[in-house]
């Protein structure tokens, strides 16, 4: 929180599969908590794959295991849909 309330950026290096599906989830859900302060900033996946990687996901959900699927039905929630992530192929998509 300090490096982003100085104006700095924060950087997570990831491969593009796996992890970073997963990683990507985890802080979208981060960034919903208002008692977090996060929201008030960006968060961007930058990747020259990283939509077709998520719609790739998007596509995939029925091959998740059956809890994991079932709570995302009782949740009402639609994985892989970014409500905080800003996804960018090239650093011109980030400004």
Same mark, same amino acid.
């Given at each position: 929180?300090? =490096?982003l309330?100085?104006?700095g950026?924060?950087? *997570?290096? @990831?491969d593009t +599969?796996?992890?970073? !599906?997963e990683?990507? &989830?985890?802080?979208?859900q981060?960034?919903?908590?208002?008692?977090?302060?996060?929201?008030?900033? =960006?968060?961007a996946?930058?990747?020259?794959?990283? *939509?077709? @990687?998520?719609? +790739?996901?998007?596509? !995939?959900?029925?091959? &998740?295991?059956?809890?994991?699927?079932?709570?995302?039905?009782?949740?009402?929630?639609?994985?892989?849909?970014?409500?905080?992530?800003?996804?960018?192929?090239?650093l011109?998509?980030?400004?």
């Open positions: 929180m300090k =490096t309330r100085n104006d950026n924060i950087l *997570i290096c @990831t +599969s796996g992890r970073m !599906l990683l990507a &989830l985890f802080l979208d981060l960034w919903k908590n208002e008692n977090s302060g996060l929201f008030a900033y =960006t968060i996946l930058l990747n020259h794959v990283a *939509i077709s @990687t998520i719609d +790739s996901a998007k596509s !995939l959900l029925e091959w &998740l295991n059956s809890k994991l699927g079932q709570s995302f039905d009782v949740a009402g929630s639609k994985p892989f849909e970014f409500k905080y992530i800003k996804l960018c192929r090239s011109e998509d980030l400004d």
